[in-house]
Each structure stands twice: as C-alpha cells, then as structure tokens.
C-alpha cells in the first residue's frame, strides 16, 4: 500500500500551511511552558485535516498510506513539535495490536472507528518495573467464565507506565497475562475500575501527555481479546516493530533537521570577526556539516527500510532498529550541536533550538532506547553472522566495490572498507568468545549501524537518491562519501579499541581490518566538508 505521490505532497504541504498558521513557534512555546496537551490541535489534524487516515487501510475507512508515507508524515509532524507528533504516534502505536493481531471483524470495528471518530489512542505495555523488557508482565488478565465454563470475558488487574496520551486517550490496548500467555485487550477510557494518573512533568514533549494507568478489576468481553486467542502478544508486539522504530526514526529525523536549519539560517546573519559565522570553516565543519551527513544517512536506511516494508517484507525489526538508533541520536546530536552553534542565544527558551533539543532527547529512549537497539541489532546480525559463516558483511562489501568500480562519487569503495572491517570484527569477537563481554556486544550493535548506514547511503545516493531535501543527487553523493569515511575509521578503530580491551587474541587484527587503506580512504574529507557546508547555506538561506 501506498499513497500517490500528488496525494502525499498534497498532505503534507496542508499540515506545513496549517502549522504556520496555527503552529507558530509563540503558540508551542506557550505549550511548552504550560505543560498542555492542547486536544484543539489534534482534533484539527485528525478531523479538519485527516491526518490519522494516513495510517489505516482503506478498507478501513483510511486512506492506506504505506510506509513511506508514513516517514514522510512523521518527519514533518516532528519538524514542527515533537510532543504534538507524539500524540499522532501514540494513537498508532495504540493501534498497531488491533491492526497486527485482531481479527478481521475486530480490526475493521475498532480501526473503521478511530478513522470516522477521530479517536486517540494509548499503547498500554511499559510497566514499573519491567520498562521495555515485555517479558516480565506483573498485569494479569483473570478469565471470567460463563456456567458453561465458557470465557465470557476477562478482569485486568495491574499498573501501567510512561503511556503516551495515557490521560485523554478513548481507547486503550493493554497488554495483560492471561492463562494462556500475554495477550492484548481493548479498553475503554470509562471502564469501571480503570483510572489515569497525573500527567508526568516531562524534561521535553510537554505538548503530550504522559501518564500512568491503573487498572483494578477492569472487565471487558471476551471479543475485546485480540485475536480471540490467548498468548500470542509478545510476537503481536514484535511484528510491528520495524514499522513503529520507523516513525521515532523519523521523529529523530525532523526534530534534528528543524533544530539544525535554525543553526544554518543564524550562521548566515552572525558575523565574528569581520565575517559571518557560514564562512568559518571551524564553526561549520564542526558543529553543522557533521551532522547534516550523519542526519541524510538515517534517512537514506529509512528509506530503505520503508520501500521493504512496502514491498510487502514486515520482517524488518532489526532495520528498524538500525534507523531508529542512527537517527535518533543523529537529531539529539544535531540539536545540542545547534543549541552550540547559537551560541548563549541557543541555549535561551526563547528560542525554539532549546526547546527541540529537549524534545528530541525522548526519541533516544521511547519505543526501545538506543541500548536496546544496540542491543538488537548486535544479537540479530550476530545471528547472521554465524548463520553466513561470516559471509553476509563480505558479500555486501563485494557488491559495494562492484558499484563502486562504476561510480565511486558516494564513496562505495570506502563503505566497502566498512563492512569488510566489521565482518572481521565480528569473526573475531566468534573466535574469541569476545561477545561474552556485555559491553563489548552493545558497541558492536553501534558499529554495525554505522557500516550499514554507510553502505546503504553510497548505494542509493547513486542509485536512488532522495527527494524529500533540497540537496542534489551529486551533494548527497558528497555526504556519503564523508559519512562512508566516519564508519569506517569509526569500525576499525573502536572495533580494535573493544576487541583488545576485551582479550582478543590475533596479533595482527589491525592488519586485517585494513587501516592503512582505511586512513588513506580519508583524502579529501575538509574539501568534501567544505562543499557540504556552502549547499547548506544555499538550500537554507537566512530569511
């Protein structure tokens, strides 16, 4: 599913010219400062604009957005205030178990209803105690039985943390063990014995609204049971992970690129010492251009992973995991970076570069924090690692220096140093037994994002660039070649660093990985950076 592109661009240039109408940087930053989930704003975007009906299906009364669409949407709605993105995220994210697990007639009833109704929605998994960590689910689904023996329906006992849109929610799915297993139930916001707490005094996306839910005794039919059969929540909850660490990927995304224009657009009006601040090769190659390359990285295995997911593969947890990681930190980055470049000015409320940075923070953390996807991505291409016998980052180098013997102006041939770099990492660490070091699996899981980024930007930068900034496909060309450069200097130097300090064993692993070819491969980097630095000052010109 998709939608037509006329119909994206139709989409989102209605929620830019609602924003600068209604969603002035005054407006937010009076949200902010009051702590207020503003419902007129999302009752604007769901029931004036129809925003939500980009991710429900057709048939369900939506209007059957893909993947895609769904980043596009998501960056833009974080681009301009990542606390009212989140209440869109939280309504499906709240959904994800209807639409994943429920049966035709249940997903077609609850979804047909939040399209025509306009209904928020909260995903109720994070516990106390538990965190992330699903498998230690404390709330439990008690059956009640008919005098046939029969389940009539079931009371839900337990306590639920952290829940976006978790007080002004209308429907709720809530994550319960029941006999059979964890197993997902819808809620309604009135059910007698459920109750929300206080909003949460959050550091960044005060626009949303954060709460923990109570549930005592909470009965709801037994049609209310996802799927009608117990047990199935947890891999309910997994098959959507790629989907949903794809649009905090893109939240990551906008919040970084709002932030760091701000940056961009300030350093064209700034002048220091008889000349202004875009002309310093210091300020510019250090605090904005490193951050514009890390940024169209993410977006390009976003877009990857989006087109796959379109493509009708769902089984893309561990690419979510990787876009979300990469981007997430990219925009944290990129908007303590703008605070920076701003100067005292940035790190004033008056200005909304403060604002995005604390806002931004959440996206490291919610739907899986940047440990966890470390942690992810280490455990599944281990996996593969082994499986392969070591092959699947080889093979990938090997079609890298393929492309690259045809064009090598994205830097593929260093993107390939990368991957070689982290498959030797990788057979070391097997070798070794390296991974039995908890903090040595976790540093692998960053460096494989960075070698798959890197492959996938040279790739596409050259066969499929994006569209969605104003950068020309020879500028995107350029940044991979710089962001190919980080990987793989980052992949062979801390891959060394983590193996020796763990006790690897091979006295000439810095031969293997290649590092005199890795610091030649750095040749031009200033020069490169340089170009980058004056197209972002020509696609983003001080107003």
Do not use: C
């Not at 190919?484 to 130097?493: M, N, P, V, Y």
């Amino acid at each position: 599913m998709a939608l037509d592109r006329k119909e994206l661009d139709q989409i989102l240039s209605t929620l830019n010219k609602y924003a600068e109408k209604k969603l002035t940087p005054e407006f937010l930053l009076k949200l902010d400062h009051e702590d207020r989930f503003p419902n007129e704003v999302l009752a604007d975007l769901y029931n004036n604009i129809g925003l939500h009906l980009v991710f429900i299906d057709e048939e369900d009364d939506g209007l059957g957005g893909g993947a895609y669409d769904v980043y596009r949407v998501s960056e833009a709605m974080a681009g301009i205030d990542v606390g009212i993105a989140t209440g869109v995220l939280a309504t499906f994210l709240g959904a994800d178990p209807i639409v994943v697990g429920g049966t035709p007639e249940q997903k077609h009833y609850w979804m047909s209803r939040i399209a025509n109704e306009g209904l928020l929605v909260a995903y109720g998994a994070t516990e106390p105690q538990a965190g992330s960590d699903l498998a230690q689910l404390k709330t439990k689904a008690v059956p009640v039985l008919n005098e046939d023996g029969t389940v009539k329906g079931y009371n839900i006992t337990g306590r639920k943390q952290w829940i976006s849109n978790g007080g002004v929610a209308e429907i709720y799915t809530i994550l319960a063990a029941a006999p059979g297993g964890p197993s997902w139930f819808v809620v309604e916001k009135d059910a007698p014995g459920f109750t929300k707490n206080k909003p949460e005094d959050k550091h960044g996306i005060r626009a949303s609204n954060t709460a923990a839910l109570f549930l005592e005794d909470v009965y709801v039919d037994a049609d209310r049971l996802m799927g009608g059969v117990e047990g199935q929540g947890l891999a309910q909850a997994q098959a959507v992970f790629g989907y949903t660490r794809l649009m905090v990927a893109a939240f990551g995304l906008g919040a970084g690129w709002a932030a760091l224009k701000r940056a961009i657009k300030y350093s064209q009006t700034r002048v220091q010492g008889g000349a202004t601040l875009n002309e310093k090769q210091g300020y510019m190659d250090k605090l904005i251009v490193p951050n514009a390359v890390r940024l169209e990285a993410a977006r390009a295995y976003i877009e990857w992973t989006a087109e796959r997911i379109d493509a009708g593969d769902p089984n893309q947890q561990t690419e979510g995991a990787v876009a979300k990681y990469m981007a997430t930190e990219a925009g944290n980055k990129a908007a303590e970076d703008s605070i920076q470049a701003l100067g005292g000015y940035g790190y004033t409320k008056e200005y909304m570069v403060e604002k995005f940075k604390r806002d931004v923070r959440i996206t490291t953390i919610y739907e899986g924090t940047s440990e966890i996807m470390e942690w992810t991505i280490s455990r599944d291409r281990w996996q593969l690692h082994l499986k392969s016998k070591g092959a699947y980052y080889n093979d990938w180098a090997t079609q890298l220096e393929a492309l690259a013997r045809t064009n090598n102006n994205s830097g593929a041939a260093t993107a390939a140093l990368a991957m070689r770099a982290i498959a030797n990492i990788l057979e070391r660490a097997r070798i070794d037994r390296l991974t039995r070091n908890q903090h040595v699996l976790f540093r692998l899981g960053e460096l494989i994002a960075f070698a798959e980024t890197a492959a996938v930007f040279a790739d596409r930068s050259i066969n499929h660039p994006s569209d969605a900034m104003p950068f020309s496909p020879e500028t995107l060309q350029v940044m991979s070649r710089i962001h190919a450069r980080d990987a793989a200097l980052k992949i062979a130097t801390d891959g060394l660093r983590w193996a020796i300090g763990a006790g690897q064993s091979d006295p000439n692993l810095a031969g293997s990985l290649n590092l005199p070819a890795i610091y030649a491969a750095q040749a031009g980097l200033l020069e490169d950076m340089d170009f980058v630095g004056k197209k972002l000052v020509e696609a983003f010109p001080a107003e």
